[in-house]
């Protein structure tokens, strides 16, 4: 092997030859795209296979079959060294603006599924490299190749919209069908996209003949490369892997890297000796044998996959039992660029306690074959004994796994698998298993049983006396309830066992064993091998899984009337105006702004305490590392060490206040070296007593401020009347905000004190802030700049000054520029999410449900400062009415203080906790007394003339529009009573269908802050740069200024331009935030446009001439082509005139309806329906208005149902990447999502009578919540459960499996609070 030294490592990207000659074996495929050949297309997001942003396509040629084979991977898990002889590419090589779009690129952007675009080149590629394999996939396979892509803005529906084009299900309408585009009121509109020609795979690049040609060259040939740290071996034949393997005990074998790179990374695991084994003929080899399919231990997932379906089609059924259960398990097992690279070799080594397969290959008594140098191969069977401990098989250190041998089922012979996953996709399980029984010959004896569970040990485990127990037994209906006694004393889980929701899991494993029970009676009674009463219909909903088809759905809006002028956009689908750039990795986002010359890198030094002492920090160990430049820390602070406008101490001095907390920064030549070095840096701490829950702070009366507090009418004299009173409390955990884009800066030192920040920020006036009071300057001196944000949510609005200013002072002590890019697990630790919540009501209402009195306290976790806190809950408080007028209301806020990270805003910002507790109490209302939710509801509505609590009139009130609409839209009365007969008909699955009305006040708490400016600047050939102060994040806020300069001035849109959002074009500008980008900025844009028209005017009346002419006569006769718009909402405050407070500018209304499905079993749940109509006035741009609708909604659903943010205790994150934190993906969206815009509804209050979008229709996703809740009611009422009962958010899958209650349930009570130390806390 030695001799293969001096080998090249040659690859091709984009059809260009690469040849590296000393490549670096823990260097990723995305690493080098990215660093070395500046493709930056490729995204950089999580860097653990989790977010799919960085897939691309490697090309491969298969010498057996003569053919090429393309796969998508993740670029992050890819190691360098493994793409030897093979083709990548990324989707610059597909396509660009400079030559042509690729129609994959072309129909995301045209189609509206590019928001912020972050996400949107990896699902490009994962949609070509679809294509590339199956020109005419179905839409099901559309969405299953898609499920390992996050988007975090769009709601995936556009995506998939603008992929139909592309499938089997397209129809022959072409662009005239009406799945491919919106349905509207009017006839056709003039800017309707155009769609794009049928895609033709033989257009595509050729794979480079030199891989093919010389592919014995390629692969079969060892190779070595090697750095100073770390050696990389391919050797090709097995005595080679042998050899190497005797010469290095301790190396790694490595295939798929997908477990090997996440110890790297995350786990700080070094692995001097890599011995990749993709290319030995042993390991890669597939093979039918007497007893099963013998598949070498190299062999992907997704050929397995492949081979098993073959293989089924041509073996009887009864042969294939185990192979349908590998198949059906692989459905749910990680994503397709996983399961494309991941070995069945390295699933079963990995021994993770939760892996998927294992359960199965130990159930079913898989062969395995093992060899090591100088022994024969022996074979080793995955029985009860094969799992020692945690990640220890019986096979030794030195053993090489050559194959697997998956086997064939006997006729007598049952199988099923079992996985429980918090989200459907791409999921990790929570409980699997692989359950088989043999019977003697046809009967319903048990001969042998063999049931492995994963998730409840550390490692899979068999349930061994249940196993024994029912040997000998019936299949008879007794034997769940033996089962259900054995499996609680076989698989046993301690109070504080990693993973939590130990009762939960509990109840899966006894779950999961009647559906196995159930499935396997059901064979047997179709073979007539049991008699006697069939199983009930009813039960067999149990065992019925429904598959539901791909998501479908409706866009419907008003088109501008045939009277408006061609050239005016105004009202009309423009395509995001840098949609285009997204799609083939042209848009330039700060990470993918090119190194500066001497450029820097800083990685954070931070706490992972949530309250102690620093004793002392040595540095020495991460300064001695070659690269490392410096550290910096509070003593490096030349301004104040203190973030004014969030009242924050900016870094730890002598006592860090949660984990997190900023105590420094390493600098380094490159951020790989930044990055390890910070982990070497040592800190000892001294603990001191932290507050981590709003429990805690509640009994250590820990507040930031004083308690602010609404009310009106007279609570006393209210509760005193009413005839009813219920009191009660609900929780809302918080939510991370996952932007693909983490927290970035690149500062620039320029001469003397000035200094350029590129800042990933929506508030760059608080970048601007924070980098001048830190530095000690003078904030002219400070230039902030962004020109697109990969996601904000509100999470950049406060969050992004620490980084900047952290590497400004890098920048200014080392004269240099430095990047930061936070890596995702440190963004998730070091930046707060939105706040958690808990309400604690008294309500008095009439029988009839109206209420007439509200006490409510609502306590927020703040966290470890005030951040933006108290205006968060400012607003928690004024929106927590919704649409219901409240005659005697008081409301009394909380701000806890507390250990954790400080939370911040996030879209929704205190209304989305404050919606859902009043909602709640809407629900406790209506299931307590048995009344109807959707009179109780409309009785309580505000009509126009009503005064909220905090004394504004609602007037032009559109919420009965919307409501009525909705009803109308859902066919709600006539799908209610479907439900009902569902649930009627199925005991272990039920429905639940739910409306809810939608009022959101628009304007941001804080009156000064509804101000904004604007710029334009006119150049003589007639071209418009715009500059305002809102900051394009995605949601099409630059696109919509543009339609409104276009409109004011009379000109096309194609003549404007907007470069980048500044502080030094617009000044003083307020957070993009609280929905009021448009309508802020609108109006100045208008304003500026307005003053030029002004100017122009005198030039306007010669016949003939045309903008261009006026702009040069203007300019000839010295007259300024340059104006600004400056414009403040007015009204807000006092109104003396009708003794009236105006918190809110004016107010958006809407409507949804859902309907939820459940398996009452496990908890799992899919949203079958959701119909929403929502006022957004004149829309400025539909399809803009419904990507807002659509994106947040499903964020919204993310928030309560999905999205478990999960904290230690000790106050130490658990959730710290896509691969724990599941934010919702493509398979979780409803399967038919219709969205359409309240008809006639101008508002004349803002920018062209539209209304603001950002936030409101997030809050419209409580319907799928309360579906949920009406879903688990219906399961509750089977076993006598009448009622409400309290349901927290997020209402994830073991919430709605513990709330159904029944004889499973019951054997696992839920433990009480306080009684035990969990794994996790709720915040
Ligand atoms: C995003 C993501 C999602 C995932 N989802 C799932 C999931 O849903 N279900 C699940 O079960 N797993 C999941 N995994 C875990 C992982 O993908 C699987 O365990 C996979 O099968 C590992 O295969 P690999 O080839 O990538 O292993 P590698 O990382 O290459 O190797 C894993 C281990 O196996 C050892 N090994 C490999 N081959 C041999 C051999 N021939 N002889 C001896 N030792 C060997 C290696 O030395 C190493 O210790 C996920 C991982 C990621 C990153
Ligand atoms: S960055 Fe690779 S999957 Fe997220
Ligand atoms: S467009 Fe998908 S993450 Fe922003």
């Given at each position: 092997m030695e001799n293969q030294k001096g080998h090249n490592l040659v690859f091709y990207v984009n059809g260009e030859k690469i040849t590296e000659s000393q490549p670096d074996p823990t260097c990723t495929l995305l690493y080098y795209l990215r660093k070395t050949l500046t493709l930056t297309g490729t995204k950089s997001v999580c860097g653990e296979g989790g977010c799919g942003a960085c897939t691309v396509m490697i090309s491969k040629y298969d010498d057996k079959n003569n053919t090429i084979r393309h796969y998508s991977v993740n670029a992050c898990l890819t190691p360098i060294c493994s793409v030897h002889g093979l083709a990548v590419t990324t989707t610059e090589g597909i396509g660009s603006l400079r030559t042509r779009l690729h129609p994959v690129q072309e129909q995301i952007a045209k189609s509206h599924g590019s928001q912020c675009g972050f996400c949107t080149p990896g699902m490009v590629m994962s949609m070509y490299t679809l294509l590339r394999n199956n020109p005419q996939p179905t839409m099901l396979q559309i969405e299953k190749y898609l499920e390992g892509n996050l988007c975090r803005c769009t709601g995936y529906r556009p995506i998939l919209d603008g992929y139909r084009i592309f499938s089997k299900d397209a129809c022959g309408m072409g662009e005239n069908c009406c799945q491919n585009k919106s349905q509207n009121d009017n006839k056709t509109d003039k800017n309707t996209n155009v769609y794009t020609s049928p895609y033709d795979p033989t257009q595509e690049p050729i794979f480079p003949p030199d891989l093919k040609i010389n592919f014995g060259e390629y692969n079969k040939k060892a190779l070595m490369f090697e750095t100073n740290l770390v050696k990389w071996y391919r050797p090709v034949t097995l005595t080679d892997l042998l050899d190497l393997k005797e010469e290095y005990p301790d190396s790694k074998i490595i295939i798929g890297n997908t477990e090997v790179g996440i110890e790297t990374r995350f786990k700080n695991m070094k692995y001097p000796v890599l011995i990749n084994a993709s290319h030995v003929p042993e390991l890669t080899d597939i093979n039918f044998t007497e007893d099963g399919i013998k598949f070498g231990a190299s062999v992907t997932l997704s050929k397995v996959d492949e081979v098993l379906e073959k293989t089924k089609e041509d073996l009887p059924e009864e042969k294939t039992r185990v192979f349908t259960a590998v198949i059906e398990m692989l459905k749910w097992f990680s994503s397709k660029q996983i399961r494309n690279t991941a070995s069945i070799g390295g699933n079963i080594m990995t021994a993770s306690p939760i892996s998927d397969l294992n359960p199965i290959f130990q159930a079913s008594s898989a062969k395995l074959e093992v060899v090591s140098k100088g022994s024969k191969i022996k074979e080793v069977l995955m029985d009860k004994d094969f799992f020692q401990s945690y990640r220890q098989t019986i096979i030794s250190a030195s053993d090489v796994l050559l194959s697997v041998t998956i086997p064939f089922s006997r006729k007598n012979e049952y199988f099923e698998s079992f996985k429980q996953a918090l989200r459907k996709d791409d999921d990790i399980a929570i409980v699997n298993a692989g359950m088989r029984v043999v019977f003697e010959n046809e009967s319903d004896i048990i001969k042998e049983l063999y049931l492995s569970y994963g998730g409840m040990a550390a490692t899979t485990v068999m349930a061994k006396t249940t196993m024994q127990k029912l040997v000998g037994r019936k299949w008879d209906n007794n034997l769940v309830q033996v089962a259900c006694q054995t499996l609680e004393g076989d698989l046993p889980l301690k109070a504080d066992a990693p993973g939590g929701a130990i009762e939960y899991r509990r109840t899966l494993t006894t779950s999961f064993f009647f559906k196995f029970y159930l499935t396997v009676a059901q064979q047997l009674y179709n073979k007539e091998i049991i008699h006697g009463t069939p199983i009930p219909r009813s039960h067999l909903s149990a065992i019925e899984t429904p598959e539901l088809g791909p998501s479908t759905g409706s866009q419907v809006y008003e088109l501008v009337s045939a009277a408006q002028k061609d050239d005016n956009p105004i009202g009309r689908p423009i395509v995001h105006t840098s949609a285009y750039q997204q799609t083939t990795g042209e848009a330039v986002y700060i990470d993918d702004m090119l190194p500066l010359k001497g450029e820097l890198f800083i990685a954070p030094v931070y706490s992972s305490k949530a309250r102690a002492t620093l004793l002392n920090i040595d540095t020495s160990a991460s300064l001695e590392i070659q690269g490392v430049i410096g550290y910096i820390d509070h003593s490096d602070i030349k301004g104040v060490n203190y973030l004014e406008v969030i009242e924050e101490q900016f870094l730890a001095v002598d006592e860090v206040t949660c984990e997190g907390c900023l105590i420094g920064g390493i600098v380094a030549t490159s951020s790989e070296i930044a990055r390890e070095a910070s982990k070497y840096v040592k800190i000892e701490y001294q603990d001191l007593p932290a507050i981590i829950t709003i429990e805690d702070a509640i009994n250590n009366n820990s507040y930031l401020n004083k308690s602010p507090v609404y009310i009106t009418g007279n609570i006393e004299k209210g509760f005193e009347e009413c005839e009813e009173i219920l009191e009660g409390e609900i929780h809302i955990g918080a939510q991370e905000h996952f932007c693909l884009e983490t927290q970035t800066a690149i500062v620039v030192p320029k001469e003397r004190d000035e200094i350029d920040v590129y800042t990933a920020s929506q508030r760059i006036t608080f970048t601007q802030d924070s980098v001048a009071d830190v530095l000690g300057v003078s904030k002219n001196k400070v230039k902030c700049f962004v020109k697109r944000l990969g996601g904000g949510f509100g999470g950049k609005e406060t969050q992004s000054g620490h980084v900047a200013a952290l590497a400004a002072m890098a920048a200014t002590k080392y004269n240099k520029p430095v990047r930061m890019v936070l890596e995702r697990d440190d963004d998730m630790i070091m930046t707060g999410t939105r706040h958690p919540f808990l309400g604690k009501y008294k309500v008095g209402f009439s029988r009839d449900g109206r209420i007439t009195c509200l006490d409510l306290n609502l306590y927020a976790n703040c966290g470890n400062s005030l951040d933006m806190s108290a205006a968060m809950l400012q607003d928690a408080m004024k929106k927590c009415d919704n649409c219901y007028k409240i005659p005697n209301f008081r409301v009394t806020g909380h701000l806890c203080k507390t250990n954790i990270r400080s939370n911040t805003a996030f879209r929704g910002f205190g209304t989305v906790q404050g919606m859902f507790v009043i909602e709640s109490i809407m629900q406790h209302i209506i299931d307590d007394n048995r009344l109807d939710p959707v009179k109780v509801r409309e009785l309580n509505f505000y009509r126009d003339g009503d005064r909220t609590h905090y004394n504004q009139i609602i007037t032009e009130c559109n919420i009965n529009s919307c409501w009525e609409e909705c009803l109308k839209q859902s066919d709600y009365y006539t799908r209610k009573s479907k439900v009902e007969e569902f649930n009627r008909i199925n005991r272990w699955r039920k429905r639940g269908l739910a409306i809810i009305p939608l009022k959101y006040g628009i304007a941001f708490g804080l009156k000064m802050l509804n101000q904004a400016g604007a710029l334009i600047n006119i150049y003589t050939d007639g071209s418009v740069l715009l500059a305002h102060g809102g900051v394009e994040m995605g949601q099409g806020l630059h696109t919509k200024m543009m339609q409104v300069a276009s409109a004011t001035l009379g000109i096309p849109v194609d003549k404007i331009h907007i470069d980048e959002t500044g502080t030094n074009t617009v000044p003083n500008t307020s957070a993009t935030a609280a929905s009021t980008g448009s309508d802020l900025n609108g109006m100045a844009v208008k304003i500026a446009c307005e003053k030029i028209n002004k100017r122009l005017e005198p030039y306007k009346?010669?016949?003939?001439?045309t903008w261009n002419d006026w702009v040069l006569k203007a300019y000839s006769d010295r007259i300024s082509l340059s104006a600004t718009g400056f414009y403040k909402s007015p009204g807000l405050g006092h109104d003396p005139d009708t003794d009236s407070d105006n918190s809110f500018f004016y107010y958006s209304y809407g409507a949804s309806c859902s309907e939820v499905e459940i398996d009452c079993l496990t908890g799992d749940h899919s949203v079958l329906r959701t119909d929403i109509v929502m006022d957004v006035g004149s829309s400025l741009n539909p399809a803009i208005d419904i990507g807002q609708i659509e994106g947040a909604f499903i964020q919204g659903y993310g928030l309560y149902m999905l999205e478990d943010y999960k904290v230690s205790p000790s106050g130490n994150l658990i959730t710290k990447g896509p691969g724990n934190y599941k934010i919702p993906s493509v398979g979780n969206i409803p399967r038919q999502f219709n969205v359409s815009l309240l008809k006639d509804t101008p508002n004349t209050k803002a920018v062209y009578s539209s209304k603001a979008i950002g936030e409101p229709p997030l809050l419209l996703s409580i319907s799928v919540f309360m579906a949920t809740k009406s879903a688990i009611m219906a399961a509750r009422h089977e076993t006598g459960r009448r009622g409400y009962f309290r349901l927290d958010s997020p209402a994830t899958a073991d919430c709605i499996r513990m709330a159904c209650q029944d004889e499973f349930t019951k054997q696992f009570p839920l433990a009480e609070e306080g009684t035990s130390s969990p794994w996790s806390v709720r915040l």
């Open positions: 009346n010669e016949k003939g001439s």
